[in-house]
T-cell receptor
């Protein structure tokens, strides 16, 4: 596989469920990102991991919990979400200082019911 | 703080016509600038990027963009649009160096009519 892969592509969950989104990058990058894309809103940067350390947490509610076990994998753990959390969640990766452009996965379409 | 403005929410062009999508940015120094394209239900694909040097940059799918420092603009152009270009286009800015704290514009949705 190449690029950035996100699973699952679609997820429907109840407000009391716990689920996780997975992102894997095969580009040898050392930074990974979670973005949220809601209808009629700009893409919102949620979290940034650089060299496996979390360096950005943009006022994201604690019901979203990221995890970066290594430079190739990024997770977003979800619990007790709200309907307004329904959105497309995009993962991206980049190489700090060398190829700074971000490469995106295809996203997970999350629906909270 | 950096910001990006894409003044056109929707644009409709005829197939074969030329296209220009506008982007203005606000940043204290020379930033990194990007254009991404997103098809429905998909992630973002990088079309082109500007870091330094030649202010006219070529990208994939026949797109180009011109960096104009005096106007703080980075407009995207294509001489002849194809029906497959229908998508949403995002301009983005990031500070030079370090990890990419990218700020995106709100996007321009392009419709192509036969």
């Amino acid at each position: 596989e190449t690029g950035v892969t996100q699973t699952p592509r679609h997820l429907v969950m109840g407000m009391t469920n716990k689920k996780s989104l997975k992102c894997e990058q095969h580009l040898g990058h050392n930074a990974m990102y979670w973005y949220k894309q809601s209808a009629k809103k700009p893409l919102e940067l949620m979290f940034v991991y650089s060299l496996e350390e979390r360096v950005e947490n943009n006022s994201v509610p604690s019901r979203f919990s990221p995890e970066c076990p290594n430079s190739s994998h990024l997770f977003l753990h979800l619990h007790t979400l709200q309907p307004e959390d329904s959105a497309l969640y995009l993962c991206a990766s980049s190489q700090v200082g060398v190829h700074p452009e971000a490469f995106f996965g295809q996203g997970t379409r999350l629906t909270v019911v | 703080a950096q910001s990006v403005t894409q003044p056109d929410i929707h644009i409709t062009v005829s197939e074969g016509a030329s296209l220009e999508l506008r982007c203005n940015y606000s940043y204290g120094a020379t930033p990194y600038l990007f254009w991404y394209v997103q098809s429905p239900g998909q992630g973002l694909q990088l079309l082109l990027k500007y870091f330094s040097g030649d202010t006219l940059v070529q990208g994939i799918k026949g797109f180009e963009a011109e960096f104009k420092r005096s106007q703080s603009s980075f407009n995207l152009r294509k001489p002849s649009v194809h029906w497959s270009d229908a998508a949403e286009y995002f301009c983005a800015v990031a500070p030079s160096g370090g990890y990419q704290k990218v700020t995106f514009g709100t996007g321009t949705k392009l419709q192509v009519i036969p």
